[in-house]
């Protein structure tokens, strides 16, 4: 015959396992999950690619701003040679070296600023590459440390299973069957203790004569409120 003692044994193997499981699959989870390197990888990529074009546009302006520099030089020695004296033509040539100035000052602002945000992203470059080389270095302690967990909760689980299977071979089927069934539906406790008369399930009192068949323990006797079996200590 199964005794409620029986029971409450292969409970706790259960409340056991069930923590065992837990701690394997959040195991699993975070070694098949917690890589970031993928996302650092992606951010350094997209940082390397801004800085070659980046460069390219930088180069690009420089020409500009030398040719726009030589330019004002030419007009310059053309303006102060001496050749050149009749008043409209120095006056047309004036406002020309005037309107190439300024157009040497914009390039030479436009090259400053994208000089300074490529030695931003220059910066912000390094910090990645050694964020990603810490990052790597971490992951792969992390990722041993999961293995070994995982490969201990397994041989643990394998222990406690084999106890279970022992326990459960000596059960009768339809109390099995009822623990199993209240166990899924009272959230994980199908036997309960009775303690001060309470039944620690539900909290409710239990009648004298229901403690008292508890006590006995000739039969499974369930809580009249809650439905769990019964267990007294
Ligand atoms: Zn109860």
Same mark, same amino acid.
């Given at each position: 015959?199964t005794?409620v003692?029986q029971?409450?044994?292969?409970?706790e *193997?259960d409340i056991i396992l069930?923590? !065992?499981?837990?701690?394997?699959v959040?195991? =699993?989870?975070? @070694? +098949?999950?917690?890589?970031?390197?993928?996302n650092?990888?992606t951010?350094?990529?997209r940082d390397?690619?801004?800085l070659?074009?980046?460069?390219?546009?930088?180069?690009a302006?420089?020409?500009?701003?030398?040719?726009?520099?030589?330019?004002?030089?030419?007009l310059?020695?053309?303006?102060?040679?001496g050749e050149?004296?009749?008043?409209?033509?120095l006056?047309? *040539?004036?406002?020309?070296?005037?309107? !190439?100035r300024q157009?040497?000052e914009k390039? =030479?602002?436009? @090259? +400053?600023?994208?000089?300074?945000?490529?030695?931003?992203?220059?910066?912000?470059?390094?910090?990645?590459?050694?964020?990603l080389s810490?990052?790597r270095?971490?992951?792969e302690?992390?990722?041993?440390?999961l293995?070994?967990?995982?490969k201990?909760?397994?041989?643990?689980?394998?222990?406690?299973?084999g106890?279970?299977s022992?326990?459960t071979?000596?059960l009768?089927?339809t109390?099995l069957?009822?623990y199993e069934a209240?166990?899924?539906?009272?959230?994980?406790?199908?036997?309960v203790?009775v303690?001060?008369?309470?039944?620690q399930?539900c909290?409710?009192?239990?009648?004298?004569?229901?403690?008292?068949r508890?006590?006995?323990?000739?039969q499974?006797v369930?809580?009249s409120?809650c439905?769990?079996m019964l267990?007294?200590s």
């Amino acid at each position: 015959m199964t005794t409620v003692r029986q029971m409450f044994a292969l409970q706790e *193997l259960d409340i056991i396992l069930d923590r !065992v499981q837990h701690d394997q699959v959040k195991a =699993e989870y975070e @070694l +098949s999950n917690g890589d970031v390197l993928g996302n650092l990888e992606t951010e350094l990529e997209r940082d390397a690619e801004w800085l070659v074009e980046t460069e390219l546009q930088q180069k690009a302006t420089k020409l500009e701003a030398q040719t726009q520099k030589d330019r004002s030089e030419s007009l310059n020695s053309q303006l102060y040679g001496g050749e050149i004296t009749n008043p409209r033509d120095l006056e047309s *040539l004036e406002r020309e070296a005037s309107n !190439v100035r300024q157009l040497v000052e914009k390039h =030479e602002t436009t @090259l +400053s600023e994208i000089t300074e945000r490529i030695e931003e992203a220059q910066n912000k470059k390094s910090e990645l590459e050694t964020k990603l080389s810490e990052a790597r270095a971490a992951w792969e302690i992390r990722q041993a440390e999961l293995q070994t967990a995982i490969k201990e909760l397994n041989k643990e689980r394998t222990g406690f299973e084999g106890q279970r299977s022992k326990l459960t071979e000596v059960l009768d089927p339809t109390s099995l069957q009822h623990y199993e069934a209240l166990r899924k539906s009272k959230g994980g406790l199908a036997v309960v203790k009775v303690q001060r008369g309470l039944c620690q399930g539900c909290r409710m009192s239990l009648p004298t004569h229901q403690q008292q068949r508890v006590r006995n323990g000739h039969q499974t006797v369930l809580c009249s409120s809650c439905g769990r079996m019964l267990f007294s200590s």
